[in-house]
């Protein structure tokens, strides 16, 4: 009777510990949710600037370890990572982290490379060669030490030691940015899973870390041209040569008293700075025919007193006589003598009119810095250069490249118009005509004219917006 018993409370337990089993993987079981955007960036950290480590398509499940604050922190493929809450839907409740860090940043945006791009990457990547893929293997076992051993040498300039491509995200399958050919100088930012995350030109990415070799800041070049060799051999000519020019530059850009002149705008829009730089803050801006007194010249600059306020215009924006201006009155003369041919016309004349007075603006920036997140002429990103453009214009459109493609109406390439948006992969600029546009470039170049036919631009082109 009593081993009777004895069974029975051992049946019981079991049963109870099975229970409990089930209860508790239940109640912690982790929390899904589904990408609701093309293509989501999964980070490394907190913050829109990290690198990125993986990314999840439309539709693809991500398993969300916890929240904090505008992030998930979550699983996918092996990987774990950070995902803006709003690129993923969840049905569920999931657990806010017990400290939530202040980050600042800007709105994540969805990435914006469409899912036929990724197809057509992923088809590519497929072809990786085998080397590389052993080279990841073969390294893997080590991931922690090296990069333990790195951590205080990572930051700088390497040379590539081999024909070597640069990824979206660090995995061998990830998409390709572009080939990077041996002996090519690149600037490490990081190292992650022996990739290094690396600024290549304009482009940045990750490489294999075991594919780079750090440049000596005191290693000598391996070749030296015949020039080089030649200012090698005479440093003190060529410091002497240096001191004359920068001494003829002061004496070009030194400010010259001249006696007051009227002269007057010939062009559709002219910004008025504060110094006689294009880098430097507006004062205002003028519009063609308007009168200006000149009473100073500084290199190719003209000093201006023009409705209580002093600054200076670029002198070839100016002229002696008032050129003539289209004024509302000649437009309605205009419209009515054409109406009759066609309805259409008089607003097209106007769309171009405006399309050339908005080109014309966006040239006084050339010059200017690139800065990230800039919004003024002390500095601008590539979208808040056609945003600050656009707005002069009365024209508001969004503050990111990827939201301003929402903004106006679809264009096609063959169809553009001066004073088109355009949108490429993660950048914006403004079509000039003739095949060129103006955009914020990158630190190294500010705002240029670039060819619209750039195998670049060519390659990340994404769509054109009419806003006019």
């Known amino acids: 009777m009593k081993i009777k018993l004895n069974i029975k409370s051992i049946i019981v337990i079991a049963i109870i510990g099975v229970l409990s089993l089930v209860l508790f993987n239940t109640s912690f079981a982790a929390v899904t949710g589904k990408v609701n955007v093309d293509t989501a960036n999964i980070r490394k950290n907190m913050d829109t600037n990290s690198a990125i480590i993986e990314q999840a398509f439309k539709g693809e499940s991500v398993q969300i370890v916890e929240k904090n604050g505008d992030w998930y922190n979550v699983k996918y493929n092996g990987v774990q990572g950070y995902i803006k809450t709003d690129l993923v839907d969840v049905t569920e409740n999931v657990a806010e982290a017990t400290t939530t860090a202040p980050v600042e940043e800007k709105k994540e945006e969805p990435a914006t490379t469409t899912t036929a791009t990724n197809q057509n990457n992923t088809s590519n990547n497929a072809e990786q060669s085998v080397e590389e893929k052993k080279e990841v293997e073969q390294t893997q076992e080590n991931v922690a030490t090296e990069n333990n051993n790195v951590e205080n040498i990572i930051e700088g300039m390497y040379a590539t030691t081999a024909d070597v491509k640069l990824k979206l995200i660090p995995l061998v399958n990830g998409n390709n940015i572009k080939d990077v050919s041996k002996d090519t100088t690149v600037n490490v930012l990081e190292v992650y899973n022996n990739w290094a995350l ?19 800041e005191n290693a000598q070049q391996p070749e030296n041209t015949q020039e080089e060799k030649k200012d090698e051999e005479q440093p003190q000519q060529q410091a002497e040569e240096k001191v004359e020019e920068q001494k003829q530059e002061e004496e070009k850009n030194t400010e010259v008293a001249v006696q007051e002149t009227t002269m007057y705008v010939n062009w559709d829009v002219v910004i008025v700075r504060e110094k006689a730089t294009k880098a430097s803050e507006v004062v205002t801006s003028l519009n063609k025919a308007t009168a200006v007194t000149v009473f100073a010249k500084d290199g190719e600059w003209s000093k201006v007193k023009v ?90 459109i969004n503050r990111t490249a990827s939201a301003q493609a929402s903004n106006g109406t679809y264009v096609a390439k063959s169809d553009l118009q001066p004073g088109d948006l355009l949108i490429f ?37 994404i769509q054109a917006r009419r806003l006019i």
Request: some cysteine; aromatic content about 12%.
């Open 198 to 216: 690396a600024e290549c030109g304009m482009d940045r990415g990750w490489l294999l870390f075991s594919k780079l070799n750090k440049v000596e």
């Open 307 to 396: 409705n209580g306020e002093v600054g200076y215009i670029k002198s070839t924006l100016l002229s002696e006589t008032k050129p003539e201006v289209v004024t509302s009155r000649s437009l309605e003369q205009e419209r009515q003598e054409t109406e009759q041919s066609t309805e259409t016309a008089p607003a097209q004349t106007s769309n171009s009119e405006l399309g050339q007075q908005i080109c014309a603006y966006a040239r006084q920036y050339v010059g200017c810095k690139y800065v990230y997140g800039g919004t003024t002429p002390s500095g601008f990103d590539c979208s808040g250069f056609t945003q600050y453009v656009f707005k002069h214009f009365g024209i508001n």
């Open 425 to 461: 992969s993660g950048h914006a600029g403004l079509y000039l005509g003739d095949g060129m546009f103006i955009h914020a470039a990158n630190p190294s170049k500010g705002v240029i004219i670039t060819p619209l036919s750039e195998s670049y631009y060519v390659r990340n082109y």
